[in-house]
């Protein structure tokens, strides 16, 4: 099993900047991806950004350029640096880490943490 704490988020202008940050603990060795999800009232959850053990990153189309993802797998820890942000980023973010191999993969998910951009 595998824990994940978030910290970050809040309250912030339009144009202003977040940083969101997640610890996991438990059986981390086998984390392969960690990321970052968001899900906005009456939206599905999606994918903001990931980042591989082997440092390879995937971001959203709507959030490149704005935001930057940063992971320590020695520390299994990963950060999601968020500049200019729009009203539409508001929505509860959420910490990912995946254990994946060929034959099965497990997901895990943080609590949440609410980040809200103000016009």
């Known amino acids: 099993q595998v824990q994940l704490v978030e910290s970050g988020g809040g309250l912030v202008q339009a144009g202003g900047s977040l940083r969101l940050s997640c610890v996991a603990s438990?059986?981390?060795?086998?984390?392969?991806?960690m990321g970052w999800y968001r899900q906005a009232p009456g939206n599905e959850r999606e994918l903001v950004a990931s980042?591989?053990?082997?440092?390879?990153?995937n971001y959203a189309a709507s959030v490149k350029g704005r935001f930057t993802i940063s992971g320590d797998y020695a520390k299994s820890t990963v950060a999601l640096q968020m500049n200019s942000l729009k009203p539409e980023d508001t929505a509860v973010y959420y910490c990912?880490?995946?254990?994946?191999?060929?034959?099965?993969?497990?997901?895990?998910w943080g609590q949440g943490t609410q980040v809200a951009a103000s016009s």
């Open positions: 980042i591989s053990s082997l440092n390879s990153t």
């Open positions: 990912h880490a995946r254990d994946a191999t060929m034959i099965r993969e497990y997901d895990y």
């Open positions: 438990g059986n981390t060795l086998r984390i392969n991806v």
